[in-house]
């Protein structure tokens, strides 16, 4: 039985969306599995695969509690079996999530340096090598069928060009090293988060040369595909640096509220807290809230009961992040218009 294996690299904007967002797509299908990466080193085993079952641990490769891992990869899949873009010939496909949370290029995913994401070590047993390689030796047949790669949340400072060129380096390293067909295996790259470089959310400055890399991808790394984040949010709680679960496969963004960021700040407004206009410099760390309105207000004036609603702008800005929004065109869907581009690729030379 052959299977087409799909590697998720990268960091944990690749495997993370907040589990309180959106309904969690926990349908299995019986054609789409991951492995088991507990069984990596030893004898490998897969299972159904369920976007709460991608977490980090016994299953996946990520790290936090509460979030929902893979969540756009996972419904990808299911969508490409739904439209009958799987190629003749197999019976399944594997997810192998590889993806690191907090990792870099420097010392993880560079092909100098450490090499802990890509070989192993540095808390992690089994790297992308091992786990890749053990889902292709699960079956003779098994092929590649393509890489999804998030990731350059923890390259800030890295020029375009700096950027560009680990990205040539490790993904040159990981087609020549793997069989597979790794050679010619498209690569989905996802954009950052836009909250994450907005001025008035994540507001982190020094992402630009990462971002502008992410965006000309297709023109220097060879047979892959960007996929443009734009108009996608974050989720509340974690400086906006991950994609909620809506963003990720649709739906009703319920992020929670209930968590405070700081000491003093929950997010949802409250008239007897003081609040904080703070900024560190290349990270906003304002204190947020969301009002009665459902919209995100960044505080730009220490205040104390004034409600964002009515202030006028004098305390209080109000964001383009809006609570219970409904994503209607998540990174799943533009993962999906992407992977349709490269269908007959995906074929042949099989």
């Known amino acids: 039985m052959a299977s087409l294996i799909v590697p998720i690299a990268g960091d944990s904007n690749s495997i993370n969306g907040e589990s309180l967002s959106a309904t969690p797509d926990d349908v299995t299908n019986s054609s789409v599995l991951m492995l088991n990466i507990a069984t990596v080193g030893g004898t490998p085993a897969t299972r159904l695969a369920k976007e709460t079952d991608l977490e980090g641990g016994t299953y996946g490769q990520g790290s936090g509690s509460g979030g929902v891992f893979a969540a756009s990869t996972f419904a990808l899949c299911k969508a490409l079996l739904a439209a009958g873009l799987m190629p003749s010939g197999y019976d399944n496909v594997i997810l192998v999530p590889t993806a690191w949370a907090g990792t870099a290029f420097l010392n993880y995913w560079a092909t100098t340096g450490n090499r802990y994401a890509l070989d192993g070590g540095g808390g992690r047993t089994?790297?992308?090598?091992?786990?890749?390689?053990?889902?292709?030796?699960?079956?003779?047949?098994?092929?590649?069928?393509?890489?999804?790669?998030?990731?350059?949340?923890?390259?800030?400072g890295q020029t375009q060009t700096q950027y560009q060129n680990n990205m040539l380096a490790t993904w040159g390293e990981i087609r020549s090293t793997l069989s597979g067909g790794a050679a010619y295996a498209p690569i989905l790259v996802t954009g950052g988060p836009p909250d994450r470089i907005d001025p008035d959310l994540g507001a982190q400055t020094n992402l630009s040369g990462v971002f502008a890399a992410q965006a000309a991808v297709e023109s220097y790394l060879p047979n892959s595909y960007y996929v443009d984040p734009t108009g996608l949010h974050s989720y509340c709680n974690n400086r906006f640096v991950h994609f909620s679960a809506a963003s990720h496969r649709g739906g009703v963004d319920n992020s929670s509220l209930?968590?405070?960021?700081?000491?003093?700040?929950?997010?949802?407004?409250?008239?007897?807290?003081?609040?904080l206009a703070l900024n560190s410099g290349v990270d906003n760390n304002a204190d947020y809230v969301i009002a009665s309105d459902n919209w995100c207000y960044r505080c730009i004036s220490n205040s104390t009961g004034n409600d964002p609603t009515t202030d006028g702008g004098v305390h209080w800005k109000k964001t383009d992040f809006q609570y219970g929004q409904t994503v209607s065109n998540p990174l799943s869907a533009r993962k999906l218009a992407k992977a349709r581009a490269f269908r007959y690729q995906m074929r042949a030379p099989w």
């Open 126 to 156: 089994h790297g992308f090598y091992d786990c890749v390689n053990a889902a292709l030796g699960l079956s003779t047949g098994n092929r590649i069928w393509f890489f999804d790669w998030g990731h350059g949340m923890n390259d800030g």
């Open 258 to 275: 209930t968590s405070a960021r700081y000491a003093n700040s929950s997010w949802l407004w409250d008239a007897g807290t003081a609040y």
